[in-house]
């Protein structure tokens, strides 16, 4: 699987859009791009994943560059529930039942 | 209903016990996964079950004893753990879990254990 590179950290005030990076430059034409959050000592959620189109859920929108080398997660309008660690992760077809987890980005939301 | 369930939340064992790790889900997913996190890291991958047999080991210790009894069940059995294995403890499951490609994977809230 391609490796990602995610910011360490990112603030975002309150109502106002998140947007979080990914870098995936190795990233190969069968490989998708999925994005899993896990709030402090929760779970890892699933949030969203595409392949080359940008797509939309009740979560979040993903735009994913022509090129396929990055990628950008978009929070709408964030809210203190949406502070968690983001992660990124590209996988392809071999990665079968393999999903790994970069360190992440933690995303703090401020009142 | 995307809900995968894991008892209990905490557990707190010496390193002579004997305890077990539940997880459940009733979405008719055929893969089930064992994931351990320790703190401030990301999860990593113990074992992972498709079709009721075990198909990954990540080079686990014996100490930890996966079992998949049917496909909405996953057990994980601890006997002589180290104070070093005390972690979170993540249950996932997909709808086949084989290599075909990607699947969506949804995750428990974790057993948070303690190894005294």
């Known amino acids: 699987d391609a490796k990602t590179t995610q910011p360490t950290s990112m603030d975002c005030a309150e109502g106002r859009a998140a947007n979080l990076p990914c870098n995936h430059s190795t990233i190969s034409g069968n490989e998708y791009v999925y994005w899993y959050r896990q709030i402090h000592s929760q779970g890892p959620q699933y949030i969203i994943h595409?392949?080359?189109n940008n797509e939309t859920n009740e979560m979040a929108s993903l735009i994913i560059t022509e090129d396929r080398k990055s990628s950008t997660l978009i929070l709408p309008h964030a809210t203190l529930r949406d502070t968690a660690v983001y992660y990124c992760?590209?996988?392809?077809?071999?990665?079968?039942?393999?999903?790994?987890f970069g360190e992440g980005t933690q995303l703090t939301v401020n009142p | 209903d995307t809900e995968v369930t894991q008892t209990p939340k905490h557990l707190v064992m010496g390193m002579t016990n004997k305890k077990s790790l539940k997880c459940e889900q009733h979405m008719g997913h055929r893969a089930m996964y064992w994931y351990k996190q320790k703190a401030k890291k990301p999860p990593e991958l113990m074992f992972v079950y498709s079709y009721e047999k075990l198909s990954i080991n990540e080079s686990v210790p014996s100490r930890f004893s996966p079992e998949c009894p049917n496909s909405s069940l996953l057990n994980l059995h601890l006997h002589a753990l180290q104070p070093e294995d005390s972690a979170l403890y993540l249950c996932a499951s997909s709808r086949f879990g084989t290599s075909g490609g990607p699947e969506t994977q949804y995750f428990g809230p974790g057993t948070r254990l303690l190894v005294l």
């Open positions: 595409g392949l080359k």
């Open positions: 992760i590209v996988r392809g077809e071999t990665s079968g039942s393999r999903l790994t």
